[in-house]
């Protein structure tokens, strides 16, 4: 029960993809203009992330590593190539579904959409299942909370911008600037969780 509440805890807050790792920053901050955009990009962004973190589970446990033990050649080491490739899969799955059932949040996301292939965070937390010899339940959990954890923290950074659009800002700071600053700022905040799970 301990290591859940570590994982759930530590994937949503104290250890955030986002502004703990630095992973998945170019959806983040180019998707998080409007909320309504950056809440699709988290939605979709979870759908990949917990199905990748179950099928690259799937295929390192039960195709990889059984071939290397039945073969004597070393296939692990295609563990990249093969995430890689069952993460564009999931992606062109959600694009092809995003765009028949949403077509304007399919229009609002654009590049950013396929980008989720290339996402940092997406791969990231793939690898860090492997490496942390989660088993499949542990893999699925981590993958979801931190992906909910990726949706968190660009929803509330959206929100942030929206209102900075309503302010009066030094010119110097206007738009990416001032990104950068409350990405920043929150990430500080974000730090504070660090004490909670040891």
Sequence with gaps: M????YIV???ILVNNYVLSRFLGICPFLGV?????TAFGMGVAVTFVMTLASVATWM???????????????NFTFLYNIAFILIIAALVQFVEMFMKKSSPTLYRALGV????ITTNCAVLGVTVINMNEGYGLLYAALNGMCAALGFTLTIVLF????????RNDILPHFLG????????GLMSIAFF???????
């Design 2 to 5: 301990d290591k859940l509440i």
């Design 9 to 11: 805890v530590g994937s």
């Design 32 to 36: 998080s203009r409007k909320v309504e």
């Design 59 to 73: 295929a390192y446990n039960l195709a990889l590593e059984p071939l290397t033990n039945a073969l004597g050649f």
């Design 112 to 115: 950013y959409l396929p980008l």
């Design 158 to 165: 959206a929100g942030i911008r929206e209102r900075l659009e």
């Design 176 to 183: 990416f600037p001032i990104a950068l600053i409350t990405a």
């Design 192 to 198: 504070g969780f660090s004490g909670i799970i040891k």
